[in-house]
């Protein structure tokens, strides 16, 4: 079975600077893997997806992630946080929901939670 | 395009008491899938519907059972409730022959007293 990991449950960043945050992955086969956000009282909402193509993705309100296969990660990266980007955000990887067949599940990390101080 | 709809949003139910939650699948869409997001955690798997049927299940006792209908749109069950029971769950829809992506609802928030 598959396994995210999120480096850092709880991240804070001031308004302007870097974000980081960290994903890695448990499987040996290059998987199809995404990044989820959400904000407060709602459902999950796609930033970036990455499917076997460029392995620098880019997202939607600046976010991209690279994938690194040698190092089964896939780190989301935003060069300048916006207060706006305060949520959760979840990494993701596909499993087969049954083997041999082809409908996929996705595999959550337990979450990062983004601050943005003014 | 019509994205995922759930419903109720919030609901509050006894301890023993069954309840349905219902999803409308964004159109065009064949699977659904049901997750169960717990304060302050990822969401997990629960089951997937394609064709009207179970097609794969996570690590959840029967008493949590669902359907699909011939519109896509699904319904959970979950008999006997839990105080454990209480989570936001979430539908998504998405395509059998895609990528995995899933297109997620807002979310039904269950607490069981």
């Known amino acids: 079975a598959q396994s995210v990991t999120q480096l850092g449950s709880h991240v804070s960043v001031s308004e302007g600077a870097l974000v980081l945050l960290r994903c890695n992955y448990s499987s040996s086969v290059p998987p199809y893997l995404f990044w989820y956000v959400q904000y407060p009282n709602q459902g999950l909402q796609l930033l970036l997806k990455y499917t076997s193509a460029a392995t620098l993705v880019k997202g939607i309100n600046g976010f991209e992630a690279e994938f690194k296969k040698s190092e089964t990660s896939f780190h989301l990266t935003k060069p300048s946080a916006h207060m706006s980007d305060a949520a959760e955000y979840f990494c993701a990887v596909t499993e087969r929901v049954n083997s041999g067949g082809s409908n996929y599940k996705l595999t959550f990390g337990k979450g990062t939670l983004l601050t943005v101080n003014p | 395009e019509t994205g995922v709809t759930q419903s109720p949003t919030h609901l509050i139910k006894t301890r023993g008491q069954q309840v349905t939650l219902r999803c409308s699948s964004q159109?065009?869409?064949?699977?659904v899938s049901w997750y169960q997001q717990a304060l302050g955690q990822g969401p997990q798997f629960i089951f997937q519907?394609?064709?009207?049927?179970?097609?794969g299940r996570g690590n959840f006792p029967p008493r949590f059972s669902g359907l699909q209908f011939p519109n896509y749109s699904s319904e959970l069950n979950v008999n006997a409730l839990e105080l454990d029971d209480s989570a936001l769950y979430l539908c998504?829809?998405?395509?059998?022959?895609?990528?995995?992506?899933?297109?997620f609802g807002e979310g039904s928030r269950l607490t069981v007293l």
């Open positions: 519907y394609y064709r009207e049927e179970e097609n």
């Open positions: 159109s065009g869409h064949n699977t």
């Open positions: 998504a829809s998405s395509l059998r022959e895609g990528t995995g992506e899933l297109f």
